[in-house]
Structure formats: structure tokens, C-alpha cells
């Protein structure tokens, strides 16, 4: 096969070799021997393994430094990162036995947190916070299986069964899963990988978004296979690989994946009913396609926010133009969205889960005007319980679900000032971006940008240019009395309280006390009252009035 010269073309394998020449390779010693007797089963050719620069954490080489003698391996994504050029901060260790012991004697030398995962499984974590404040999560557990082949033959797909032996600095890859990364494939390890664990299915999903590869052939009919077996799988770890995909790249590549192989059934049935609901003009999609496009372009929005982000990377005029007029809110924008509900979820993840389920309820209020026009009222009121429905059976917080239900419920809200800017030139008014946020508090960073990733999913190549000016000059209004007026427009500070209000205006504890204090709160956000004295004189007028007019 060739000789020492050739030492690259094998850089992490494991060769045999035979008087000086490579004759045979594999991705494990046992693997190289075997091919090696097959062509010269007479003799015993010297089992080597070819180096190849690797890029890990520097924790691998404490872990190392901790356990200098113990059979221990790197196993899983992270050997992939490494192969991949990339540092990972999930790292998985297996050893043949003793794992909790080990872990807490690694956590114990790294000064670091541990936690028990699995006392069964023998499975314990430990948790590594850098100066940055950057977590590293280091998982130990024992062999699944009696043998690292066993174990690694036992995992879901081939990209993720390869080894790192810390005591050896060498690769080992049984099921050729560094085969498979270099020609960008996913492939199941086993035909039964997939129904053993049906969650691999999403899984498989999310990884071929993440890395841009292709599903093997077989592997995606096993995937449709096991694709009735997902609920076996808990509703947690649903939720937890969909969250994963929404904070992957290409979402809507991975939805309609799952749509393809027939998941959504069997993982959020209430979007089965939105493929062919058709909507009038504006729209030039069905509902299930525009909601796909809809997930497109809020990934597009939001990397076009992102900080960092270089304007001179795109030739789209429409992105130049979100860049221009919103580019400034960048790093608030970032804030946002690191300011989590729930410390295992992210509020980015949320947001695309809105997008999902935005329209969800148009099938069932779809009506048709004797015009053809067809209409879909209360589309989003009703949109949003389901959601909630949703979002309650994914075990999601009541943070979580309660932002959820405030921007379906409301993101038509956008539209109409958008509607408004567009056709009679008109800006929202300080009572209505006081109103905005008083209905959505901070979903309405949320609100703002579903609404503009919805107008181009509306719309598509058909956007017109005044259209989009009209709805970034609204967004940008809207963002900026957020971000820079919040005293003025957004929360006024209190000048009075209930007691002060009761005793001036000789009222008794009640509903009419906090109608009387939102009035004067959205008088101050209007701009019309701005001392204690202006608000107790503004309070008693409005009470007259109200009492007037009923």
C-alpha cells in the first residue's frame, strides 16, 4: 500500500507495517491487524499509529496530567470538533469502571464543580468555569458495554463514534466515522441505532443542518423507521433537541427535514394541518411554506444583527437597508437575547419556536369573502393558546410560555403601524409605543423582529422597497424608544402611588384606583404630565370623565 513517505495519506489511522511498507489500515489496531492478515496471513506486520495535529481544549491535557495512568478516552462530538478543527466545551469521557470516582477526583484537582448525573449509569459531571466565565462541561462515565468498541458501536451515528486514548494521543475510529466527516456524510452506526434511541432521529436532523452534510440513503429510511417510536422518548428531550436545532443554523432546513420524513406527527402535530392552507395576496406562499420561509429569514435578520456582523458581506439591497436603520441597536439586541427566562434554554430558541407556531391557527379560522378574499380572524388570539398548549407539554417555564403567548398574540400589531407608515404616511404615536410595550413589555424586541422576518416571508422576492422601508422605519421607532427612551415613552416613572391617589381624590381600595394610575402613567408617556402635581390635576379629570360618560 505504500511505504514511510506516504506517512500523511494516513495521518490518524492505525497501520501495518512490513519490512518498512505500510501494507494495511484501519481506523483501530485490531482493525489495521485484520486487514493486514487478510493479504499477508502468514506473517505479523508491526501495528503503528500515524500522528495527526489535533486542536482540544487545554482541559484535555489536565484531565490527562490529573489521571496519567488510567485507561481513559475522549469520546464522542468532541473528537469530531477536534477532526473538524474546532475546540468544543462539551467533553465526554469514558474509562471501563469507576467513573464517579475519577470525576470527582478530576473536579477536585481542576478546582472545579461536580455533580453525580446517574449513580446506575455511573455517570458523573464535572464543571469547569474559565475567568471569562466560560463553562466547560466534562462528563465521565464507564464503558456502555463490555469493551470502548462496544461502546462505541452502541452510539447513534459514525461521525460521532470515534475515540481519543489520552494515555496513547491516538485516534480510534471502528465504524470509519472519519471517512464518513471528510466525504460530509451522516450515517447510522447500526440499523438499529435509530429504534433503539428514537430521539437520533431529531438528532441526525439537527446534525446534517449543523455541519451541512447529507443523510445517508439507509440511514434516512431507518430514520422513518423509527420515526413512530419518538414517543418513547420523553417530552424533555424533545423539547431539548428541537431547542438545539433553533439554535443551530438553518432551522427551516431542519423543520422541513422532520416534515419529510414524516416526524411532525408523532413531535408537533399541530402544524400537519398548515401544508396547503392557501392565503391571499400579499402572500405568495401556503401557510406551511410561508412559515418555513418565515424561520429562513428570522435567521437571516438575526445574523445580520449579530455584533460583528460586516455589512459590506452582502449584496442584498434588503439586508443593507436592516443593517442601516436597526444595525445601532447591535450590541442591545445582543443583551436581549443573553438576558435568559430559563437557565437551560435560550430566549433565541424561544423566539424561533414562535415563528413555528405564529400562524398555527389559520386552518381552522380560514374564511372566504364572496370578493375571494380570504381572511383569517382572531388567527392569532386563538394561535397563541395553542401555542401555549404546545409550549406546556414541552415542560417549558411559565416565563417561557407566557412570552410565547404575549408575541403570537400580538405580533399582528407590527403589520398594522407598518400598513400605516406605508400607505398614509404616518408614525406610530407616543400613546402607541407606549401601548405596544405596555401589551408586551420586552417580547417587544421579539414582536419587532418576528414582524420583519413575517414581511418577507409574506412577500418573498415580491417585497417591494417602500414596504420595507416603511416596516425598518417602524422598527427602528420603536427599538429606539426601547433602548433610549425607556423613561419617556416606554415605563415613566411612578409620580404617585395608590395611597397618594386614594387620599387626594378620596377613593376606597378598588379596580378604578390602578385605571386612574394607568391613565396618568400613559399621560406621562404622551408627554402631557410630568409632575405629581400635573398627575393628581390629570388623575381627577379623567375620573370625572369616566364617570360622565357612564
Given at each position: 500500500?505504500?511505504?514511510?513517505?506516504?506517512?500523511?495519506?494516513?495521518?490518524?489511522?492505525?497501520?501495518?507495517?512490513?519490512?518498512?511498507?505500510?501494507?494495511?489500515?484501519?481506523?483501530?489496531?485490531?482493525?489495521?491487524?485484520?486487514?493486514?492478515?487478510?493479504?499477508?496471513?502468514?506473517?505479523?506486520?508491526?501495528?503503528?499509529?500515524?500522528?495527526?495535529?489535533?486542536?482540544?481544549?487545554?482541559?484535555?491535557?489536565?484531565?490527562?496530567?490529573?489521571?496519567?495512568?488510567?485507561?481513559?478516552?475522549?469520546?464522542?462530538?468532541?473528537?469530531?470538533?477536534?477532526?473538524?478543527?474546532?475546540?468544543?466545551?462539551?467533553?465526554?469521557f469514558t474509562v471501563p469502571a469507576q467513573a464517579i470516582p475519577l470525576a470527582r477526583k478530576v473536579a477536585n484537582a481542576l478546582g472545579a464543580d461536580y455533580v453525580t448525573l446517574d449513580e446506575e449509569h455511573d455517570t458523573g459531571r464535572v464543571i469547569h468555569t474559565a475567568e471569562d466565565g466560560t463553562r466547560t462541561y466534562l462528563d465521565f462515565a464507564?464503558?456502555?458495554?463490555?469493551?470502548?468498541?462496544?461502546?462505541?458501536?452502541?452510539?447513534?451515528?459514525?461521525?460521532?463514534?470515534?475515540?481519543?486514548?489520552?494515555?496513547?494521543?491516538?485516534?480510534?475510529?471502528?465504524?470509519?466515522?472519519?471517512?464518513?466527516?471528510?466525504?460530509?456524510?451522516?450515517?447510522?452506526?447500526?440499523p438499529n441505532s435509530l429504534s433503539n434511541d428514537p430521539i437520533r432521529v431529531l438528532r441526525g436532523i439537527r446534525q446534517a443542518a449543523a455541519f451541512s452534510f447529507q443523510i445517508d440513503k439507509s440511514t434516512r429510511e431507518w430514520m422513518k423507521q423509527a420515526t413512530p417510536l419518538l414517543g418513547r422518548a420523553s417530552v424533555e428531550r424533545q423539547r431539548?433537541?428541537?431547542?438545539?436545532?433553533?439554535?443551530?443554523?438553518?432551522?427551516?432546513?431542519?423543520?422541513?427535514?422532520?416534515?419529510?420524513?414524516?416526524?411532525?406527527?408523532?413531535?408537533?402535530?399541530?402544524?400537519?394541518?398548515?401544508?396547503?392552507?392557501?392565503?391571499?395576496?400579499?402572500?405568495?406562499?401556503?401557510?406551511?411554506?410561508?412559515?418555513?420561509?418565515?424561520?429562513?429569514?428570522?435567521?437571516?435578520?438575526?445574523?445580520?444583527?449579530?455584533?460583528?456582523?460586516?455589512?459590506?458581506?452582502?449584496?442584498?439591497?434588503?439586508?443593507?437597508?436592516?443593517?442601516?436603520?436597526?444595525?445601532?441597536?447591535?450590541?442591545?439586541?445582543?443583551?436581549?437575547?443573553?438576558?435568559?427566562?430559563?437557565?437551560?434554554?435560550?430566549?433565541?430558541?424561544?423566539?424561533?419556536?414562535?415563528?413555528?407556531?405564529?400562524?398555527?391557527?389559520?386552518?381552522?379560522?380560514?374564511?372566504?369573502?364572496?370578493?375571494?378574499?380570504?381572511?383569517?380572524?382572531?388567527?392569532?388570539?386563538?394561535?397563541?393558546?395553542?401555542?401555549?398548549?404546545?409550549?406546556?407539554?414541552?415542560?417549558?417555564?411559565?416565563?417561557?410560555?407566557?412570552?410565547?403567548?404575549?408575541?403570537?398574540?400580538?405580533?399582528?400589531?407590527?403589520?398594522?403601524?407598518?400598513?400605516?407608515?406605508?400607505?398614509?404616511?404616518?408614525?406610530?404615536?407616543?400613546?402607541?409605543?407606549?401601548?405596544?410595550?405596555?401589551?408586551?413589555?420586552?417580547?417587544?424586541?421579539?414582536?419587532?423582529?418576528?414582524?420583519?422576518?413575517?414581511?418577507?416571508?409574506?412577500?418573498?422576492?415580491?417585497?417591494?422597497?417602500?414596504?420595507?422601508?416603511?416596516?425598518?422605519?417602524?422598527?427602528?421607532?420603536?427599538?429606539?424608544?426601547?433602548?433610549?427612551?425607556?423613561?419617556?415613552?416606554?415605563?415613566?416613572?411612578?409620580?404617585?402611588?395608590?395611597?397618594?391617589?386614594?387620599?387626594?381624590?378620596?377613593?376606597?381600595?378598588?379596580?378604578?384606583?390602578?385605571?386612574?394610575?394607568?391613565?396618568?402613567?400613559?399621560?406621562?408617556?404622551?408627554?402631557?404630565?410630568?409632575?405629581?402635581?400635573?398627575?393628581?390635576?390629570?388623575?381627577?379629570?379623567?375620573?370625572?370623565?369616566?364617570?360622565?360618560?357612564?
Amino acid at each position: 500500500m505504500g511505504d514511510e513517505k506516504d506517512r500523511s495519506a494516513y495521518a490518524g489511522r492505525w497501520v501495518a507495517r512490513l519490512h518498512g511498507r505500510i501494507i494495511a489500515q484501519g481506523g483501530t489496531p485490531e482493525l489495521a491487524r485484520r486487514a493486514a492478515l487478510s493479504a499477508r496471513h502468514k506473517e505479523s506486520p508491526e501495528i503503528i499509529y500515524m500522528p495527526v495535529e489535533l486542536m482540544f481544549s487545554p482541559l484535555v491535557d489536565q484531565v490527562r496530567a490529573v489521571l496519567p495512568d488510567q485507561e481513559i478516552y475522549l469520546v464522542g462530538g468532541a473528537v469530531r470538533d477536534m477532526l473538524l478543527g474546532r475546540v468544543s466545551h462539551d467533553l465526554d469521557f469514558t474509562v471501563p469502571a469507576q467513573a464517579i470516582p475519577l470525576a470527582r477526583k478530576v473536579a477536585n484537582a481542576l478546582g472545579a464543580d461536580y455533580v453525580t448525573l446517574d449513580e446506575e449509569h455511573d455517570t458523573g459531571r464535572v464543571i469547569h468555569t474559565a475567568e471569562d466565565g466560560t463553562r466547560t462541561y466534562l462528563d465521565f462515565a464507564s464503558f456502555r458495554g463490555k469493551t470502548l468498541e462496544d461502546d462505541l458501536r452502541d452510539r447513534d451515528f459514525t461521525i460521532n463514534a470515534l475515540a481519543y486514548d489520552l494515555r496513547e494521543n491516538a485516534i480510534l475510529d471502528p465504524l470509519e466515522g472519519a471517512a464518513d466527516l471528510r466525504a460530509r456524510r451522516i450515517r447510522a452506526c447500526s440499523p438499529n441505532s435509530l429504534s433503539n434511541d428514537p430521539i437520533r432521529v431529531l438528532r441526525g436532523i439537527r446534525q446534517a443542518a449543523a455541519f451541512s452534510f447529507q443523510i445517508d440513503k439507509s440511514t434516512r429510511e431507518w430514520m422513518k423507521q423509527a420515526t413512530p417510536l419518538l414517543g418513547r422518548a420523553s417530552v424533555e428531550r424533545q423539547r431539548d433537541e428541537l431547542f438545539k436545532i433553533f439554535d443551530g443554523p438553518k432551522p427551516d432546513a431542519s423543520i422541513r427535514a422532520l416534515e419529510m420524513l414524516g416526524v411532525l406527527p408523532y413531535f408537533l402535530p399541530e402544524l400537519t394541518a398548515l401544508k396547503g392552507v392557501e392565503q391571499s395576496a400579499p402572500h405568495i406562499h401556503d401557510v406551511w411554506s410561508h412559515t418555513l420561509v418565515v424561520l429562513q429569514s428570522l435567521a437571516d435578520i438575526l445574523s445580520a444583527l449579530a455584533v460583528g456582523y460586516s455589512a459590506d458581506a452582502t449584496n442584498d439591497l434588503y439586508t443593507g437597508l436592516l443593517t442601516l436603520r436597526i444595525g445601532r441597536y447591535r450590541e442591545q439586541i445582543a443583551r436581549h437575547f443573553d438576558t435568559p427566562l430559563t437557565t437551560d434554554r435560550s430566549v433565541r430558541g424561544l423566539l424561533f419556536l414562535v415563528a413555528l407556531y405564529h400562524d398555527v391557527c389559520k386552518p381552522q379560522t380560514r374564511t372566504v369573502e364572496e370578493s375571494g378574499r380570504v381572511r383569517f380572524f382572531d388567527h392569532d388570539e386563538q394561535g397563541a393558546e395553542v401555542a401555549a398548549e404546545r409550549a406546556l407539554a414541552f415542560h417549558l417555564s411559565n416565563d417561557e410560555v407566557n412570552r410565547l403567548r404575549i408575541v403570537i398574540k400580538n405580533h399582528m400589531r407590527f403589520h398594522f403601524h407598518t400598513s400605516r407608515m406605508e400607505g398614509e404616511g404616518k408614525s406610530p404615536s407616543r400613546r402607541s409605543i407606549y401601548r405596544f410595550f405596555r401589551e408586551s413589555g420586552p417580547a417587544g424586541v421579539e414582536l419587532v423582529l418576528l414582524g420583519l422576518a413575517d414581511l418577507r416571508g409574506t412577500h418573498g422576492p415580491n417585497l417591494k422597497q417602500e414596504t420595507w422601508s416603511a416596516a425598518l422605519d417602524v422598527a427602528r421607532i420603536l427599538l429606539e424608544n426601547y433602548f433610549e427612551k425607556p423613561e419617556e415613552t416606554i415605563a415613566p416613572p411612578r409620580l404617585l402611588d395608590g395611597h397618594d391617589l386614594m387620599s387626594a381624590l378620596d377613593l376606597k381600595p378598588g379596580p378604578v384606583v390602578g385605571g386612574v394610575l394607568e391613565a396618568i402613567r400613559e399621560a406621562q408617556a404622551t408627554g402631557k404630565v410630568s409632575t405629581r402635581e400635573e398627575a393628581l390635576t390629570f388623575g381627577k379629570s379623567w375620573l370625572e370623565e369616566q364617570r360622565n360618560s357612564s
